[in-house]
């Protein structure tokens, strides 16, 4: 059987603009639907480990939804932070 997809991501990549410090450039948004195996892969606590340990920086934001205290926001900056990548969760 198929896993029903139920939530909906949207990720949206950036980049840091030159001679600016902290300022970003929207470069793309996709929105899409997953499934919760999907959804617990990209979550999940070694996935976050394995990212810190190459050196990008990751932060998670958990609030309560309709599956219970979860993850819904996920903001990921690469390690040598010229781009950043931000994944909001909506449980539908």
Request: charged fraction near 35%; proline fraction near 0%.
């Given at each position: 059987m198929t896993q029903e997809k139920n939530i909906l991501m949207t990720?949206?990549?950036?980049?840091?603009?030159?001679?600016?410090?902290?300022?970003?450039?929207?470069?793309?948004?996709?929105?899409e639907k997953i499934d919760k195996i999907t959804y617990s892969r990209i979550v999940s606590a070694d996935t976050l480990k394995w990212f810190r340990s190459i050196g990008s920086s990751q932060?998670?934001?958990?609030s309560y939804t309709c599956e219970g205290y979860l993850i819904t926001y996920l903001s990921s900056t690469s390690p040598d932070k010229n781009n950043k990548s931000i994944r909001e969760f909506k449980f539908i």
């Open positions: 990720k949206t990549n950036y980049t840091k603009i030159k001679h600016l410090k902290n300022s970003w450039k929207q470069e793309k948004e996709t929105t932060y998670v934001q958990r």
